[in-house]
């Protein structure tokens, strides 16, 4: 997994300040944040896109 795959599968899930949010699919994380919530199905791409964006962006602006 890279950025540019990442961003293709998680698209407009990611937020102008890297985190992630999709209110339909529901997925939740914002930088900084140890956890990630998730209350849907999500294939393993998508599982593995939102691990690797979660791992290279937690340390932009932690709380």
């Known amino acids: 997994m890279d950025e540019e795959t990442a961003r293709k599968i998680l698209g407009k899930r990611i937020k102008s300040d890297n985190g992630l949010f999709d209110g339909v699919q529901y997925l939740a ?4 944040h140890k956890e990630i919530v998730l209350d849907d199905r999500f294939t393993v791409d998508e599982l593995e896109a939102i691990v690797w964006w979660v791992r290279n962006h937690n340390t932009e602006n932690p709380s």
């Open 29 to 32: 994380w914002s930088v900084g």
